[in-house]
């Protein structure tokens, strides 16, 4: 029953009261309904001369009565460097050794930035959501609607029982909510949050889930026109098939034919005709087991398909067979037949049998045995269950459960879970097994083909309407999975039939076949109308339909299978198919990723110390910058187009990104919530950078791209509207603007805007007038005016000060990037005029990313092939066409898409397309990958990697000091392209060596 006032269900608040208990995996003991408004009064004294929106906590700050830290209260054993450090502080102790296992106290700890505490909004269970709900109402019926985080800390603390919460972590869940920065939240704000905290989380595991089959799938029409009986494959992934008239198949992986051979019917003079009705493999024997119309087993050489034994003058035609090895020479036969009974063969000394078996007389060229004489032998036992009353559609012995498995579309007993052997009377039947079938004694009785009937409590019997067609048994989750006439997949307790745990919906046609891949939670289901769908076998939720239009299977289907090696579905209808799963791509097991795909930009909030990043896939994540691991994923936005670009508002609360559908979302990245849609009407092309802007009072979000103009919307928190279009543009831009695309953009408060364009062009802009203040357009050096396809777009520019540029009166200067690996500096000032040129990249490669210091003289800039180089501007001469680097070194094994400098803690951060975020000290030593396995502190060296460096920038040809291609200025552009044949490299590189000596 829901506490306080009633909450509509569709407001945030109501929904997030009915989530799962399941979602919040912590819970605390229930605290006493004290008045919250009664311990904050004398707080509020205490409170107003601190400084900021909160306050002071003085227990965190008590260091008296040091707690001691355990690994259970931080969720994770702390790293080796942690523990060292944390001991060097320790005053105690004059040295520190590897072993040492000194307890870390509480105090330590948060000298380290509280490296390894959950996050606060981790610990909300529904209990004290329920309890912070009637604190919210109390402070309501006091008449504060909006509370601000001197009251909020105390109520969290109480409400939440953690009285040592820190006041970092307190405001810093605080600021998440209030993104807009009022310094006030209210509980609806409050619920808003969490719930789209969930959703987040939830999008993440489904995105993580994600799964689709390569369409339209891989078909193979040889030797069809015959229904295939069955498929099943071999350990080295070769697929056998058997049709109805005996042909067999050996398939490779890919579907191409390896072997066949037709079984029966080959002699001539043999007009009788025969066809089989299933087939199981016999790997252990190097066996192929038919089950034929004729009522027998015949068993065949697994790969050369010669004929090997057989047993016949079975009472019944075995409809479907099975078999299991169960290990030290014994195995287990079974089949089902037309009056609904399970036929169970239990062989000991299997091969030595089988060999007899094969030197018996032959019947139409196969050795033969009759059932009524194969019981006779002592290593062979005859069970024969009467479970059904129709048609068995399917049956299976699993070893590992000792239970036989048994389906039909008759509803009162549709499945079947039974014993093997009679459990009642079980000594005197084991006994009885164990003299004739184990220890080689006579039989006692002659073969009896009538069935027996197990007692009910040997079986379990499942009743399901309309039937079971097929089912599977999950052994690593004990799970029954069926499926049948009337559409529905069930998911099964299989010690508990009186109701299913789940039912999957969605198939439109009668489901003909189900299989279940372990390894990777899923399930695999076909229906008549070749429909496939899988699903997750843990959220019972569909995440991927492939229907006969896009996979284009069509006709009857008759067997299906499933190749966990191959990862591959096979299906045989009109012929033979295919439909392997889309793999992520898998990089080298050395290889450290921070997302699936490019990333295309990425960005760093000063209020929150996270760094963000966005991929060519529309997957944002957020790390916390001050070790490296990842705190919350979101995506699928811009109509899951790439994100080109993103920026944060000048409070670094709010997150504004542009994507390749021409739109910019403004979003609350703390839980993925896009709080506004920016977008022009009609068509919109790629949005290729974006700036938060201020001019004077009023703020505002300008974007640039592909459509050769510049957007300018407004900042209008109030403005409730979900979508936003932008403000008319300004008229010199309309009749004298760029010409091409638009790469980039700069400002320079408070009143300069440059944009840079693909045709090389370079215009700055007065905001307050909007009027061209100055255009410039990249030169040509004498040496480029010969040179091809020459590349003289502008994709980033950046804004200097004179203060350090002694050779130029003006008080402006802009650097673009140029052609072949050159940087131009400009004067802005005035009409606006070429100073220098420079070549910044040592390969002659485009420089993609400018970036400089605040506080220092230092230029950043990365290359195309993943190099970054620091020049300093106090060395900066224009009569100089080169300039000497400070340091550089390789970041990246491809295009470097974001560079920033974290002046504070002196870092730089960097993306590439080559899936990686990563941070540097400002003179290139590494820090880490973001998401890597082993965390880092920030300030803390010893928890780098450096002097290590990433391994594939370790091993990548281009990054080998003494290699040609890097010095020879047509070698590189070769070495990347990859059109390349092997005849034009080898030429290459002797012209490489000739021009070498040359020089």
Request: net charge neutral; glycine share 6%; aromatic share 8%.
């Amino acid at each position: 029953m829901p506490l306080g006032k009633k909450v509509r269900s569709s407001s945030a608040s109501g929904r997030l009261e009915t989530q799962h208990v399941h979602r919040l995996n912590v819970t605390y003991p229930y605290i006493k309904s004290s008045s919250i408004l009664s311990e904050l009064s004398g707080l509020e004294e205490r409170t107003r001369n601190t400084s900021g929106l909160g306050y002071r906590d003085e227990k965190a700050d008590d260091s008296s009565v040091p707690r001691q830290l355990t690994d259970s209260e931080d969720g994770k054993e702390q790293p080796d460097w942690l523990v060292k450090e944390l001991l060097k502080q320790s005053r105690r102790r004059h040295s520190v050794t590897l072993g040492d296992n000194e307890k870390i106290t509480r105090q330590q700890y948060y000298l380290i930035n509280s490296t390894y505490n959950l996050k606060i909004d981790e610990k909300i269970s529904l209990e004290t959501l329920e309890k912070l709900k009637l604190a919210f109402e109390e402070f309501e019926s006091g008449g504060l609607r909006y509370i601000d985080v001197a009251k909020f800390g105390p109520m969290m603390k109480k409400c939440l029982d953690l009285p040592n919460a820190t006041y970092m972590e307190i405001q810093g869940l605080f600021k998440k909510i209030d993104y807009l920065g009022k310094g006030t939240i209210s509980w609806g704000e409050f619920c808003t949050y969490m719930l789209q905290q969930y959703k987040g989380q939830e999008e993440t595991a489904r995105r993580n889930n994600q799964v689709a089959f390569i369409l339209p799938a891989t078909m193979n029409s040889f030797n069809h026109g015959i229904p295939i009986v069955n498929i099943q494959s071999t350990h080295d992934g070769t697929i056998v098939t058997v049709r109805e008239d005996g042909c067999a198949c050996h398939w490779s992986p890919e579907l191409k034919p390896q072997k066949t051979k037709h079984l029966f019917n080959e002699d001539p003079t043999n007009t009788k005709s025969k066809w089989a009705s299933d087939f199981a493999l016999m790997s252990e024997y190097n066996k192929l087991m038919i089950a034929t119309g004729d009522r027998e087993l015949q068993l065949y050489n697994l790969f050369s398909l010669e004929p090997y034994c057989q047993i016949s003058e079975l009472e019944t035609i075995p409809l479907t067979v099975d078999y299991s090895y169960n290990g030290q020479d014994k195995c287990c036969v079974l089949y089902g037949d037309s009056e609904g009974c399970v036929t169970i063969i239990l062989i000991s000394s299997a091969g030595d049998t089988f060999r007899l078996w094969n030197k018996l007389p032959k019947t139409e060229t196969i050795p033969n045995i009759s059932i009524n004489h194969a019981v006779l032998s002592p290593n062979l036992a005859f069970i024969r269950w009467k479970v059904h009353h129709d048609w068995v559609t399917q049956n299976k012995y699993f070893h590992s459960l000792q239970v036989v498995v048994s389906s039909s579309n008759e509803e009162s007993s549709s499945l079947v879970i039974g014993c093997l052997l009679p459990l009642t009377d079980a000594e005197q039947q084991l006994s009885e097994i164990k003299e004739t079938c184990y220890e080689g004694k006579s039989k006692k009785i002659q073969l009896s083909w009538t069935p027996q009937v197990r007692a009910s409590c040997d079986q379990t019997v499942f009743s399901i309407y309309k039937g079971v067609r097929t089912f599977d048994l999950c052994q690593k989750h004990r799970l029954l999975i069926t499926g049948g006439m009337d559409k529905l997949i069930r998911l099964w307790n299989p010690h508990y039939s009186g109701k299913p745990t789940g039912i999957l919906k969605g198939h439109s046609a009668p489901i003909i076949s189900i299989r279940i891949s372990s390894e990777d939670n899923q399930i695999f289901s076909v229906s008549t109308d070749c429909t496939v769908k899988i699903w997750h076998l843990q959220d019972q939720c569909c995440l991927f339909t492939a229907d006969p239009k896009a996979s284009r299977i069509h006709g009857d289907i008759s067997a299906c299978a499933y190749s966990p090696a191959m990862k591959s579905l096979y299906i045989a209808a009109d012929c033979m198919t295919m439909l392997p799963l889309k793999l992520r791509q898998r990089l080298h097991r050395h290889f450290t990723v921070s997302h699936n795909e490019p990333v295309l930009c990425c960005g760093y909030s000063k209020e929150f110390r996270q760094v963000v990043s966005c991929t060519e896939g529309s997957v944002v994540r957020v790390w916390d910058f001050d070790t490296g691991c990842q705190l919350f994923e979101f995506g699928g936005s811009h109509e899951l187009s790439s994100i080109t670009c993103l920026t944060f508002d000048p409070k670094g609360r709010r997150l504004v990104t542009g994507g390749r559908d021409g739109s910019l979302k403004i979003w609350n990245f703390n839980n993925g919530l896009c709080l506004k849609t920016l977008k022009k009407d009609g068509e919109c092309r790629e949005v290729c950078d974006c700036i938060f802007l201020q001019v004077h009072r009023n703020f505002y979000v300008m974007s640039v791209g592909r459509d050769r103009k510049i957007d300018i919307y407004p900042d209008i928190p109030e403005d409730l509207h979900h979508v936003q279009r932008p403000q008319a543009s300004w008229q010199d831009d309309l009749k004298n603007g760029h010409k091409d695309d638009i790469l980039c953009m700069a400002q320079c408060p408070p009143s300069f805007v440059a944009t840079g364009s693909s045709d090389g062009e370079i215009i700055v802009w007065n905001v307050d007038s909007g009027r061209i203040q100055c255009r410039f357009v990249s030169p040509i050096v004498a040496e480029q005016q010969d040179v091809k396809g020459l590349d003289t777009s502008v994709p980033s520019i950046v804004f200097l000060k004179d203060s350090y540029l002694k050779e130029l009166s003006s008080t402006t200067a802009l650097l673009s990037s140029g052609a072949e690996g050159c940087v131009n500096l400009w004067n802005v000032l005035g009409r606006g005029k070429f100073v220098s040129s420079f070549k910044a990249s040592k390969f002659q490669q485009k420089i993609t990313k400018l970036a400089k210091a605040e506080k220092d003289v230092l230029l950043y800039m990365a290359d195309r092939i993943g190099y970054i180089y620091v020049y300093s501007m106090e060395k900066l001469d224009p009569e100089k066409k080169s300039l000497r680097a400070e340091t550089f070194w390789r970041a990246h094994t491809n295009t470097v898409t974001g560079l920033h400098i974290v002046d504070n803690d002196q870092v730089v951060l960097t993306s590439s397309t080559d899936y990686t975020v990563r941070l540097w000290s400002t003179q290139g030593e590494f820090i880490g990958t973001f998401g890597q396995a082993e965390s880092w502190s920030i300030h803390i060296s010893s928890s780098w990697i450096h002097p290590g460096v990433p391994f594939e920038v370790l091993t990548d040809p281009l990054s080998m000091p003494d290699h040609e291609i890097l010095n020879v200025k047509t070698g590189l552009s070769h070495a990347i392209n990859p059109d390349m044949t092997e005849e034009d490299r080898g030429e290459l590189k002797v012209n490489c060596i000739i021009s070498q000596k040359l020089t």
